[in-house]
């Protein structure tokens, strides 16, 4: 049996009793985890109580709990991107995470190490005692790493083609690359709404029987291309052609950006044809969806893999998608118009209208969406990581650690 260890970014558990997309897939393979399967697996993650409780469902998964605080760390890891982001320097807001975990994995050999987000050189620091090859970088995000990275880690696995490309090209040295693609819970999605509850929730946000709603779920900063697409629906004139931003109009923690000032200020310009749901659970936001004519998602800037537009899919919603970095490896062409991030606004105001003036396209596009979406659920997920995990311990001639 083969010992493996995942640990986790040390800002939110898992299981994901506080959300976070990384953590969600990592709880979907400790939900269909089997010693069958010849694995030993253990779950390195920051405690939570509710956490702890909800681990009690999965006695087979050894889960090891790092004691910080999972509201500071939140806001030592929004420290830590703003500092990496701005100065390409790392501070290590989260070391007392890696130091918990250092004496378990230097005390007890594992045959792998998946690094699932967080300070990726710490892990690096910590792991003293393991080879390169015994080392996997799981890149969530369009990543191109740094020289020290490189150096540590002998594998990654990126989401999407696109990733793992981009990755590759930027190492110096020779790394094992291994694409995994994500999945959903696709039965949180493509729940049916019956149409007194569609009419009931187009009615509360004010929009009319004959509006053409289109659907932005997503974070309301520069990357997400929400900007462009409150121009492109402003700028049509058709008063019928109306935006529902799932969300509060008060932005959470980027409130006080000049991005979100210029977009609050744009949306209370035209809140007509504007409209923000108010804050709504993500197990309801297939609801809102549902109550939606298309969904759009406009990013503008190279997206891992997009996992809201293969949430859009699952609820058989036509999409707008631009043509982003690996989000086209999931969403195809017959599920969803994609267009090109250059001369955005033009290129979406034409996509709308032609949403709206063909009825039958959508009908079709819903169809062929939640065929598509179907195998990005979490039971091939877990067959897939997996087998993903056999690959690299193939590739590094492991012989069995665990018991």
């Not at 979907?28 to 069958?36: D, L, P």
């Not at 300070?119 to 995000?141: N, W």
Request: proline residues 2%; aromatic residues 10%.
């Amino acid at each position: 049996m083969y010992n493996i260890g995942i640990i986790m970014g040390g800002v939110m558990p898992v299981p994901a009793v506080c959300g976070g997309a990384i953590e969600t897939l990592i709880e979907s393979v400790v939900k269909r985890y089997s010693k069958e399967d010849g694995l030993k697996l253990t779950v390195f993650s920051v405690y939570h109580k509710g956490a702890v409780e909800e681990a009690k469902k999965y006695p087979e998964v050894r889960f090891v709990w790092t004691h910080t605080n999972t509201f500071w760390n939140l806001a030592k890891h929004a420290v830590f991107l703003a500092v990496r982001e701005l100065t390409g320097k790392t501070i290590r807001p989260l070391q007392r995470h890696y130091n918990e975990i250092s004496p378990v994995i230097n005390n007890e050999k594992f045959d792998l190490i998946v690094v699932e987000g967080g300070d990726e050189q710490a892990v690096i620091d910590i792991a003293k005692g393991y080879r390169r090859e015994q080392l996997v970088f799981h890149a969530h995000i369009h990543y191109k790493p740094c020289e020290n990275v490189v150096k540590g880690y002998g594998h990654m696995i990126g989401v999407s083609e696109f990733v793992t490309n981009e990755y590759i090209n930027a190492c110096k040295l020779p790394v094992k690359a291994h694409t995994l693609k994500n999945a959903i819970d696709i039965d949180k999605f493509n729940k049916e709404i019956t149409e007194e509850e569609r009419n009931g929730i187009r009615a509360k946000l004010g929009f009319y029987e004959d509006d053409f709603v289109i659907l932005f779920v997503g974070r309301i900063i520069q990357i997400k291309g929400i900007l462009e697409l409150i121009n492109a629906v402003v700028g049509i004139e058709d008063n019928h052609i109306k935006l529902m931003i799932v969300g509060s109009a008060n932005f959470g923690k980027y409130a006080f950006s000049s991005y979100a000032k210029k977009v609050k200020k744009l949306a209370e310009e035209n809140k007509d044809r504007i409209v923000f749901t108010g804050y709504v659970d993500n197990s309801e936001v297939y609801k809102y969806a549902a109550a939606a004519d298309i969904q759009c998602v406009p990013s503008i800037c190279e997206e891992a893999a997009g996992l809201v537009a293969i949430e859009a899919m699952a609820g058989g919603i036509p999409a707008i998608i631009t043509n982003s970095g690996g989000m086209t490896e999931y969403v195809t062409k017959d599920a969803a118009l994609i267009i090109e991030r250059e001369n955005i606004v033009e290129n979406l105001k034409k996509s709308i209208l032609y949403m709206k003036e063909n009825p039958e396209i959508r009908r079709q596009m819903s169809k062929s969406a939640k065929t598509i979406s179907e195998q990005y659920n979490e039971e091939n997920y877990y067959k897939n990581f997996v087998k993903t995990v056999y690959e690299i311990i193939g590739e590094n001639g492991e012989e069995a650690n665990g018991n």
